[in-house]
């Protein structure tokens, strides 16, 4: 690969097609780690993230002070937004998926061939995996970290808002590695390559063999459309949850309170909650009261604003709508039939909630609902890696080829097939 000059000077510079050979290079040798040897690297990699703690923040600033000139949304705000606690608690989860089972090398199947050669289907990581996320620097860390542990190496590209906090992760994260002899190779960044960096991520065939998208709707369907590489799906959230006649008024209030106003600008916030009618009287005024407890916009239909009255009138646009914000939209169905259909028709796939003391009715909205993840009587915010006891997630895919749902170790390996003989040939 080439590289090229900086004017006036003889010292080399990297280009992006450098760095990913760097990167398939790093490969080889993470594939070779042992168990051991990943989870020290990992609990370097989160001493160096506490140790440039001042740094971070430093960096943090600045991309929150220019990105509010810029008129990002108070969500993407808050993504974006690092401090000493969410500091502490990457480092944390670096911590936790070091300690978790190494995937590598697990025995997916297996058995004795009738010639008399053993076979087994056995964990490989993929390699170099790809990732091109938005004001996300919690992502720069998890991703790193899964695929290290996973035995992958990884080149990033978090995009513009989080650039100095994502240069600032890296350098701890890589020096950290040089330190424990991995390599620092294992973890890059393109950021500063632009959009020409996510393209030879996107175009890295051959260098690149999977790429992940985490980011608004249209990052994702421009990766997707554009790559010539794998492509693990993940999705935005427009998520719902569902209040039949059954369900109690507390389960039902603290509930949508909670998968809403928690977190609100993350993929896993309630947007639409879906209300039976027989429930509609009951239950609308309590909701819609504890939600305006805590600022929360309401788009209601007819019904709702009859019942709560003060509620902004709910459009089309408002049931296909990821508010990462503090609003929702509610909507009076007739039964549980028509609550199912309206999320066949709006759902991203990400992830649906019932609340409901019908056994028969919880039974069968996991059954048939076709999303990642579907709950009965539970926030929509237990829809995380973490919450899930993966340490961290890759991102939430809405896909269904490979990987569905919170993304950890397993789904950050591929697998290959080990024939150990004595002589057979086949007849």
């Not at 053993?118 to 170099?128: D, K, M, T």
């Not at 995996?129 to 899964?146: M, Q, S």
């Amino acid at each position: 690969m080439s590289q090229t000059l900086v004017p006036g000077s003889t010292a080399p510079v990297d280009t992006v097609q450098d760095r990913l050979v760097r990167a398939k290079e790093a490969a080889r040798h993470t594939a070779r780690l042992t168990s051991d040897e990943k989870a020290a690297a990992l609990h370097a990699m989160a001493d160096g993230l506490l140790a440039a703690q001042d740094r971070i923040l430093a960096a943090n600033a600045a991309d929150l002070e220019r990105s509010r000139d810029e008129g990002l949304t108070e969500g993407l705000l808050d993504r974006l937004a690092l401090d000493e606690r969410r500091i502490a608690a990457l480092a944390s989860a670096v911590r936790e998926i070091a300690a978790l089972p190494d995937p590598i090398g697990q025995v997916v199947r297996g058995h004795r061939m009738p010639a008399g050669a053993a076979l087994e289907e056995v964990r490989v990581p993929f390699g170099v995996v790809g990732a091109i996320y938005e004001a996300r620097p919690n992502v720069t860390v998890d991703i790193a970290a899964l695929a290290l542990r996973s035995g992958n190496a990884v080149v990033l590209r978090g995009g513009s808002a989080a650039r100095e906090s994502n240069t600032a992760l890296i350098d701890a994260m890589r020096g950290a590695l040089a330190a424990a002899g991995v390599g620092a190779d294992a973890v890059q960044s393109v950021d500063d390559f632009g959009r020409e960096g996510a393209k030879a991520l996107m175009h890295g065939r051959g260098f690149v063999d999977v790429l992940v998208p985490r980011g608004s709707a249209g990052l994702i369907e421009t990766v997707v459309t554009e790559s010539t590489v794998p492509v693990i799906e993940t999705g935005a959230g427009v998520v719902h949850i569902v209040l039949d006649e059954s369900a109690p008024e507390d389960w039902a209030r603290d509930i949508v309170v909670n998968a809403k106003v928690q977190r609100p600008s993350v993929c896993n916030a309630v947007e639409t909650v879906l209300v039976l009618r027989q429930a509609a009287e009951r239950l609308v005024p309590v909701v819609v009261a504890a939600l305006r407890e805590h600022g929360v916009t309401i788009h209601g239909d007819e019904t709702v604003r009859a019942l709560a009255g003060d509620v902004v009138p709910a459009t089309e646009e408002d049931w296909a709508t990821e508010y990462l914000a503090l609003e929702i939209a509610i909507r009076v169905v007739d039964t549980l039939d028509d609550a199912m259909a309206h999320i066949r028709r709006y759902s991203t796939g990400h992830t649906e909630s019932i609340i409901t003391t019908d056994q028969r009715n919880a039974e069968r909205f996991l059954r048939e609902v076709d999303s990642a993840v579907v709950m009965a009587n539970a926030s929509t915010r237990f829809s995380d890696g973490g919450e899930f006891g993966f340490g961290a997630e890759l991102g939430i895919s809405t896909q269904k080829l490979h990987a569905r749902g919170p993304m950890g170790l397993a789904e950050l390996t591929s697998t290959k097939w080990l024939v150990r003989g004595a002589g057979q040939v086949r007849a």
